[in-house]
């Protein structure tokens, strides 16, 4: 099975972070995961990645041409958020989930399933430099709109404030009587 065309990872960047886990780093037809299973997962979390993208208002998918930097990001995102996710359907007695660890607090799925997570939560705060249908500002408004203004009082008024009449206001209740 191919890879989606909206798929930014490979199998070979998820060789290289996970393969430890399989003989020769080489993922086949008879591995655990598979190399199906390894493409099914990449396309997986490149649709959450694109569906986060597609909500905030950028192209989807991300050029590697034009966004050389912003694709190298999301390609990382991908192979990471992708071997979080098989490493976590693994018995982790096939692997040492720890193995060459400082004491982090965390395992390797969680650390690679973190960083997927980042990678989202800066696309939906709008920090990836990558084609957009829409400005960042777009949807930002400024001066008099249609609507109602949000304050109708002057300045230095407040509700249960007494104004007193000015000589303009006094002469003008005197006409009108």
């Excluded at 598979?34 to 997962?41: L, N, R, Y």
């Excluded at 490149?46 to 989807?60: E, H, K, P, Q, R």
């Excluded at 395992?107 to 696309?123: T, V």
Aim: cysteine-free; overall charge negative; hydrophobic content about 30%.
């Amino acid at each position: 099975m191919p890879l989606d065309d909206n798929t930014y990872g490979t199998v070979e960047g998820i060789q290289r972070l996970i393969g430890d886990i399989v003989k020769d780093r080489t993922f086949s037809e008879t591995t655990v995961p598979s190399t199906e299973q390894v493409e099914a997962e990449l396309d997986n979390v490149a649709a959450d990645i694109n569906s986060a993208l597609d909500v905030m208002g950028y192209t989807v998918p991300v050029d590697e041409t034009s966004y050389p930097y912003a694709y190298g990001f999301l390609k990382a995102a991908n192979e990471y958020g992708a071997s979080a996710r098989l490493l976590g359907t693994i018995p982790t007695e096939a692997y040492d989930p720890d193995e060459q660890m400082v004491d982090t607090g965390a395992s390797r799925p969680q650390m690679y399933e973190r960083y997927l997570n980042q990678a989202l939560k800066r696309i939906w705060d709008r920090k990836l430099k990558a084609g957009m249908t829409e400005g960042r500002f777009s949807k930002l408004k400024t001066g008099a709109q249609e609507k109602d203004p949000l304050y109708r009082r002057r300045m230095g008024e407040y509700p249960g404030a007494r104004v007193l009449p000015t000589e303009e206001t006094a002469t003008s209740e005197e006409d009108s009587e």
